[in-house]
């Protein structure tokens, strides 16, 4: 089974609006921590938000924020007054286990493209 | 801003070809990470060190490639007799091993190396 699902190969949003890109995931572990990424066509992986399994609100870093249904294993990032800037590749990502095993397993992405 | 370093920034050789890229990673981070990306994919996880030691190693990483980090600095990543199949763009990561107010998981990547192999 995957680890990291994500489902939207691709997703189009208009500038200044909001976009969810979902994502599921897989573990037995108790511990774990969840990411997303950003990859623009420059290649590089940009650290947007975190969240640990252990938290109880959702995670925000400005525009960004992650809904996180435990239950449901879904880690969705919300992205909110979409700019153009944003369009890139965003990629959610899990570790699993406790700190200091530091394997993280990555999605194969969404391509997020925003429309003037 | 000293971010992760990567060198070269592309890589063009011939199958059969021995090739080596550095990371530099983020000064005060003890925890280096190595991760092959191919079309379409996310990031694999090839390797991990903390400080000098590579504590965890992919199947994904053949007898062909080699990684080191001989002082717990930078790193380097060979990969000998490369095949067709080893193009990719492989990426460095680092992290803290104390939060310092932030996870301490947190993984910062570098721009990666673009290996072509012809």
């Known amino acids: 089974a995957q680890k990291i699902t994500q489902t939207q190969p691709g997703m189009f949003v208009q500038e200044k609006e909001a976009v969810t890109l979902d994502c599921t995931y897989d573990?037995?572990?108790?511990?774990?921590?969840l990411f997303w990424y950003k990859q623009p066509s420059s290649g590089e992986m940009i650290f947007l938000i975190y969240?640990?399994?252990?938290?109880?609100q959702n995670a925000t870093e400005g525009r960004y924020s992650l809904n996180f249904q435990k239950a449901r294993k879904s880690a969705n990032l919300v992205i909110s007054a979409s700019q153009l800037g944003d369009s890139a590749m965003y990629f959610c990502?899990?570790?699993?286990?406790?700190?200091?095993?530091?394997?993280?397993?990555f999605g194969t992405g969404t391509k997020l493209q925003v429309i003037p | 801003d000293t971010g992760v370093s990567q060198n070269p920034r592309h890589k063009i050789t011939k199958r059969g070809q021995n090739v080596t890229f550095r990371c530099d990673p983020i000064?005060?981070?003890?925890?280096l990470y190595w991760y092959r990306q191919t079309l379409g994919q996310g990031p694999e996880f090839l390797t991990y060190?903390?400080?000098?030691?590579?504590?965890?190693k992919s199947r994904l990483l053949s007898d062909r490639f080699s990684a080191e980090r001989p002082k717990g600095s930078f790193s380097t990543l060979e990969i000998q007799r490369t095949e067709q199949g080893d193009s990719a763009m492989y990426l460095c990561?680092?992290?803290?091993?104390?939060?310092?107010?932030?996870?301490?998981?947190?993984?910062?990547f570098g721009a990666g190396t673009r290996l072509s192999v012809l």
């Open positions: 990561a680092s992290s803290p091993s104390t939060g310092g107010g932030l996870p301490v998981n947190i993984q910062y």
């Open positions: 573990t037995s572990d108790q511990s774990y921590g």
């Open positions: 969240q640990g399994s252990y938290d109880e």
């Open positions: 990502a899990m570790r699993e286990g406790p700190g200091g095993y530091q394997k993280v397993t």
């Open positions: 000064s005060e981070h003890n925890r």
């Open positions: 060190f903390q400080n000098e030691a590579q504590l965890e």
